[in-house]
T-cell receptor
């Protein structure tokens, strides 16, 4: 069964600094999709970034980028120039069977001013 | 705004009762997914519907059921509610492999 592990329950970053959130997953598939979701205090789940496993190029979306290491089954999220609005719970997710997602336990990101 | 709508935003009810949560997917999306987020279980997939048909089942209790109507809105029915059913229930929709787009959720409190 596919599993997603986020080993950092909580992280802190200074405003304007860079932070990296870790995620590892387990799968026997060769082609799959990975996602990062942000859940701010409003509890809305917001799609931050997606990565297709067959693409070697790491996905980027403005200040958000990923470091996708397929052989290591690692999918970390880097947030550059952190802003107060980035404070949230971040979930890593793996897509299985159609569009069902398996989520990690989440990492709380705190941004200090 | 994801384009997925859910009602109501909050529900407070008593043990043993039954409630219905409603979801409308994004325009053009045929699939609807229901997820439960509780403090100790994280985000758990419950069930998926595609164009009115049940497509996949996850960790959904027998006391829970869902359906998707011809206009593609979906309802999640929770019955014989227990304290442990208190959670945030999300609906999501998708097209292709873009990922899931989540609604704002319904917070259910069972007293």
């Amino acid at each position: 069964a596919q599993t997603v592990t986020q080993s950092q329950p909580e992280m802190s970053v200074q405003e304007a600094e860079t932070v990296t959130l870790s995620c590892t997953y387990d799968t026997s598939e060769s082609d799959y999709y990975l996602f990062w979701y942000k859940q701010p205090p409003s509890r809305q789940m917001i799609l931050v970034i997606r990565q297709e496993a067959y693409k070697q190029q790491n996905a980027t979306e403005n200040r958000f980028s990923v470091n996708f290491q397929k052989a290591a089954k690692s999918f970390s999220l880097k947030i550059s120039d952190s802003q107060l609005g980035d404070a949230a719970m971040y979930f890593c997710a793996y897509k299985i069977d159609g569009n069902k997602l398996v989520f990690g336990a989440g990492t709380i990101l705190r941004v200090k001013s | 705004d994801s384009g997925v709508t859910q009602t109501p935003k909050h529900l407070i009810t008593a043990t043993g009762q039954r409630v219905t949560l409603r979801c409308s997917p994004r325009s053009g999306d045929l699939s609807v997914y229901w997820y439960q987020q509780s403090l100790d279980q994280g985000l758990q997939f419950l069930i998926q519907y595609y164009n009115g048909e049940e497509r996949a089942k996850g960790n959904i209790l027998e006391r829970f059921s869902a359906q998707q109507f011809p206009d593609l809105h979906s309802e999640l029915n929770l019955s014989s509610l227990e304290l442990g059913d208190s959670a945030l229930y999300f609906c999501a929709s998708s097209v292709g492999s873009q990922g899931l787009f989540f609604g704002p959720g319904t917070r259910l409190t069972v007293l």
